[in-house]
């Protein structure tokens, strides 16, 4: 039960469980701190704390996936103690969490995948498995004491800005309201599993799952598997489970590029060095992102003779592994490598071959209780359907609702298509930050390098607020599309828009990545131009009526 004056029903009213919610068990678990001050009731006590200089701003962090860890360490670092996260999970680790599909491992070089400031001796592998990267993610969390932080289970399903008072209200799936001077969103861009708009999908009457909520109980073994779904994940999971399944049906709807980047076992004396010796852990994390740097980021921004070479490359692969002519053709992408993400991954091609695997490459019709429909007439009889169709990779936030100024929703700011402030602000949404927003260079890269950029740009625009030089920043509406503007003339000499269809580009064929290199992104986020934004005070005139219980802003958050 809420302990808050201003309880706010509206999402409770019809709570929607997630998918997230099903897989996992209704236990919350973790350690839990006292959050008492971070509701509304305590706010006069808290005021009087912050007006003697004993706290620095309230920051609520949603989200305890890599970047939002990231975001606390940095934090805690700076001496500004007074953040917690929401996290709806029962634990830390984000997708590394939710993913425990067989074969799942990280696709570029692990040691490329951890903080700067803290290397991950343990890796076995090159290319990591997705446990070992949820254990260096709980490791982190302990190590940097941030358990105590952590509200676990608790989902943040509005924001709401209380333009009187300069905070912002943010209201929790179990009826809280936490007051915030300052929010971080930190929910990840794969998060929301995305299931196939395929007719009958409901009525498959064997079992049937995402990859991300595998259903480990289910024992593969003497089933009729199929898996719908070819991209980095289906291929991750073919190689996996193709021995282990009776029969396993592959339906391919695209041939995805793989590059022959080979994987290699860290033996105990490799491990040992990467602990006992900082600098080669360092170098080696240099190295992985030098070469990363220098080819796959500049093949798909506009080099075209780094491109050819990846797909001259991804192509001599396909040949050597494939020496049956139709199925080659059948692999044979038609759009030039790195349209897609490329794939990273070994066994795949292997896999197909064996006597038990079968690719379909005709669409699928329909799914009917007993298996799937394909155009060309075949009915394939399966026990088990598996759906590696990826996520909603353009949702963001939502269905958070967020309201800015003036009462502007962000799915009116969205509703054309996603932008952001340099990835991580949005004008008409003071002091509301994103980690990985929109416009942020994701692709063949570390996802870890890109987020300790821009928390370290955040960290500059927190500074103001923290040294009382303002109360309230939010990006200039001018500059931002300014700024939008050349992101999309950038995009133009990207891959990405060569003629494929991808999760890099949203219903509108409009891509919401960065164009350019990976150093542009980082020199250009290397600091704020504070110009760039409007830096105010709180209103004097403040208001003691919660926004929450303001009838029109209901009707928003409940619509
Ligand atoms: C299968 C898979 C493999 C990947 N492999 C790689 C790779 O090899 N290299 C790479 O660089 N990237 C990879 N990625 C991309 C990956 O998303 C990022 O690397 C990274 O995990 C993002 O971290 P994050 O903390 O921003 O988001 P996430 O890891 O998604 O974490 C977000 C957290 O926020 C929580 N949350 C979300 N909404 C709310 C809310 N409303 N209230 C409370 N809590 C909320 C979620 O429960 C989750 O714990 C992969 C992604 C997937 C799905």
């Not at 919660?546 to 928003?556: A, E, K, R, V, Y």
Request: net charge positive; hydrophobic share 35%; with cysteine.
């Amino acid at each position: 039960m809420s302990t808050v004056p201003y309880a706010y029903t509206g999402s409770t009213k019809n709570p929607k469980r997630s998918l997230w919610e099903r897989s996992s068990s209704a236990e919350v678990t973790g350690d839990r701190g006292d959050f008492s001050e971070w509701s509304e009731k305590e706010e006069t006590n808290i005021k009087g704390k912050q007006a003697a200089g004993l706290l620095g701003p309230r920051i609520v962090i949603i989200g305890a996936g890599m970047s939002g860890l990231l975001m606390a360490i940095k934090l805690k670092e700076a001496g500004l103690d007074n953040f917690i996260l929401c996290e709806k999970g029962t634990d830390v680790g984000g997708v590394w969490r939710d993913n425990t599909y067989p074969g799942l491992k990280c696709d570029i070089p692990a040691h490329m995948y951890t903080y700067s400031f803290e290397s991950n001796p343990s890796y076995k592998q090159r290319f990591a498995a997705g446990s070992e990267i949820r254990s260096y993610l709980e490791r982190v969390a302990v190590k940097f004491d941030l358990r105590s932080k952590i509200r676990f289970g608790k989902s943040i399903e509005s924001a709401v800005f209380d333009e009187p008072n300069g905070r912002w209200l943010l209201s929790s799936q179990d009826g809280e309201t936490l007051v915030a001077d300052i929010v971080v969103w930190a929910g990840g861009i794969l998060h929301q599993p995305k299931l196939p708009d395929i007719t009958g999908r409901e009525g498959f009457a064997g079992h049937s799952f995402h990859t991300a909520r595998w259903e480990h109980r289910i024992n593969l073994r003497d089933q009729r598997v199929g898996i719908i779904g070819t991209g980095s994940t289906g291929v991750q999971v073919v190689a996996a489970i193709a021995s282990d399944t009776k029969h396993l049906t592959v339906f391919q709807r695209t041939p995805h590029w793989i590059f022959p980047l080979p994987n290699r076992n860290y033996n105990l004396a490799s491990q040992e060095h990467v602990r006992h010796w900082p600098g080669y852990a360092k170098f080696l994390r240099w190295s992985y992102t030098m070469l990363f740097q220098w080819t796959f980021a500049r093949a798909v921004t506009g080099n075209a003779m780094l491109q050819k070479l990846m797909q001259w490359q991804s192509q001599y692969f396909l040949n050597r592994k494939v020496k049956d002519r139709v199925l080659l053709k059948r692999l044979t992408p038609d759009y030039k490598a790195g349209c897609k993400r490329m794939i990273l991954a070994r066994g795949y091609y292997e896999a197909l071959q064996r006597s038990n695997v079968t690719l379909v490459d005709s669409s699928i019709q329909r799914i009917v209780p007993n298996g799937v429909v394909t155009c060309d007439g075949t009915h394939h009889e399966l026990d088990v359907l598996i759906y590696a169709t990826g996520f909603h990779a353009h949702q963001y936030m939502r269905p958070m609702k967020v309201i800015g100024v003036e009462g502007k929703s962000l799915d009116d700011t969205w509703s054309e298509s996603v932008f952001a402030h340099r990835s991580v602000a949005l004008p008409g949404f003071p002091n509301f930050f994103m980690l990985l927003g929109p416009q942020s260079p994701i692709g063949n890269f570390s996802a870890i390098s890109v987020a300790e950029t821009q928390v370290k740009y955040l960290m500059h625009l927190i500074e103001e607020i923290r040294s009382g030089r303002c109360d309230l920043i939010n990006p200039k509406q001018e500059i931002t599309e300014v700024l939008d503007r050349k992101i999309t003339e950038g995009m133009s000499k990207t891959v990405w828009v060569s003629g494929c269809n991808s999760w890099y580009l949203d219903d509108k064929g409009k891509t919401t990545m960065w164009p350019w290199t990976f150093e542009r992104f980082r020199a250009e986020l290397k600091r704020p131009q504070l110009d760039e934004f409007r830096m105010t005070q709180k209103s004097s005139k403040a208001d003691s009526n919660s926004l929450l219980n303001d009838p029109q802003i209901q009707t928003m958050l409940t619509r």
